[in-house]
Nanobody, 127 residues
Framework: QLQIVESGGGLVRPGGSLRLSCTAA????????VGWLRQVPGKEPEGVSC????????SYADSVKGRFTISRDNANNTVYLQMNSLKLEDTAVYYC????????????????????WGQGTQVTVSS
């Protein structure tokens, strides 16, 4: 089981910013498609953003385009999700997840593509 850990969640006012981090121990994140997904109680997980292995091509859900930025720091083996202009509806538990299947050439906003998930970090946007 590939283990990844998220951090950086918290409470922020609407319009504020947070940066989430996803780190791995014992393996290289660059070798995998990495996704950020979020879930609110009673709903299915939703793909937010992802970054493809090696070429680093990124993808975003329409709801976060222009506000969120995913990036990868290979030297620190970390994937980040910079979240700006946060809205009330961004409140959720955010998960970092890996697609280790090696089947797809690019990442996608499809939760079922991801087979290793972190424990999640809570993001609460509230006034």
């Amino acid at each position: 089981q590939l283990q990844i850990v998220e951090s950086g969640g918290g409470l922020v006012r609407p319009g504020g910013s947070l940066r989430l981090s996803c780190t791995a121990a014992g393996f290289t994140l660059e070798y995998y498609h990495v996704g950020w997904l979020r879930q609110v109680p009673g709903k299915e997980p939703e793909g937010v953003s992802c970054i493809s292995s090696f070429d680093g091509i990124t993808s975003y859900a329409d709801s976060v385009k222009g506000r969120f930025t995913i990036s990868r720091d290979n030297a620190n083996n970390t994937v980040y999700l910079q979240m700006n202009s946060l809205k009330l509806e961004d409140t959720a538990v955010y998960y970092c997840a890996l697609d280790s299947s090696r089947v797809f050439s690019q990442c996608a906003q499809v939760p079922t593509r991801y087979d290793s998930w972190g424990q999640g970090t809570q993001v609460t946007v509230s006034s």
